[in-house]
């Protein structure tokens, strides 16, 4: 999906369910990692984070849109947009948008732990480790996984 489709989708669920036109830019974000999206109220744009474009997150998608285009829509009609205002919190339930950012893993990335046997050092990594084959950097004894 590209910016001027992601636009394009914006504004519809601008009009499906806030029955209101989204008037702003749109802008892809690749740096994002646990912000699924942003509103900026000085210009109105929104940015979206780019992991959510893939087509197996069209769900987490839509639920970020809305999520911004609460922010937006209760700016411009200056009304509570913030997060903890009480305006906020029954719009974004009314129309279904996302809480918080969708868990898809991408704060995930260490998914083992490792510990020396030995000296308890302790090992991150994102694949197993063949513990026949590797041995504590420091001490050269065994490891044993943790999680
Ligand atoms: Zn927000
Ligand atoms: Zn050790």
């Known amino acids: 999906m590209n910016e001027i489709e992601l636009l394009n989708l914006i504004q519809k669920i ?4 806030f029955d209101y036109p989204f008037i702003g830019q749109v802008k892809i974000n690749y740096r994002f990692k646990t912000t699924g999206g942003r509103y ?3 210009d109105h744009h929104i940015e979206i984070n780019a992991h959510f474009l893939k087509k197996e997150y069209r769900q987490d998608l839509v639920g970020i849109i809305k ?3 609460c922010h937006y829509y209760l ?11 009480r ?3 029954i719009l974004l339930r009314n129309v279904g948008g996302s809480r918080y950012t969708p868990d898809i893993g991408l704060t995930r990335k260490k998914k083992y732990t490792y510990q020396c046997t030995n000296c308890q050092k302790l090992y991150y990594r994102v694949k197993r480790i063949n513990l026949k084959k590797y041995v504590c950097g420091k001490c050269r004894h065994k490891l044993v996984l943790l999680k």
Do not use: P, W
Request: aromatic share 8%.
């Open 67 to 69: 999520h911004e285009l």
């Open 87 to 89: 305006d906020f919190k």
């Open 75 to 85: 700016h411009v009609h200056h009304m509570g947009y913030k997060h903890q205002n």
């Open 40 to 42: 900026h109220l000085r």
């Open 14 to 17: 601008s009009l499906e369910s």
